[in-house]
């Protein structure tokens, strides 16, 4: 499965989530930065600029973003998107404000 594959909701997701651990440490590295632009690139850059601004007006905090994210169901899409966002944490370090949600995302969608 790539990300392409994913349905609607769940490229919504996976902004959404790009997005959260992007701004978690209040920076987005040059390392982050190159994750997102791979990721927007197997999006397709104004498939993932819409998302984006989506995810912006949809989710103004994180306990709506969690919300939604535990709608999310298919086991192939939520592995996909964590491997994607765990990709994107991690690429400079997954910052002491990155692991909470990183932690919950694991916990929540039950990620082995």
């Known amino acids: ?12 997701a996976l902004v959404a989530l790009s997005r959260a651990v992007a701004r978690a440490d209040g920076a987005i590295t040059p390392l982050e930065g190159q994750a997102i632009a791979i990721m927007a690139a197997e999006l397709g850059e104004v498939t993932y600029r819409k998302l984006f601004t989506k ?10 973003l969690k ?3 535990a709608s999310i169901e298919r086991p192939e899409a939520r592995s996909l998107i964590y491997e ?18 990183m932690v919950w995302l694991q916990e929540t969608w039950e990620i082995q």
């Open 84 to 101: 994607s966002i765990l990709a994107l944490a991690a690429a400079d370090s997954i910052s002491a404000e990155e692991e909470p949600l």
């Open 1 to 12: 499965m790539h990300l392409n594959d994913l349905l609607p909701e769940e490229s919504l």
């Open 67 to 69: 919300k939604f994210l």
């Open 55 to 64: 995810a912006a007006e949809s989710f103004p905090d994180q306990a709506a």
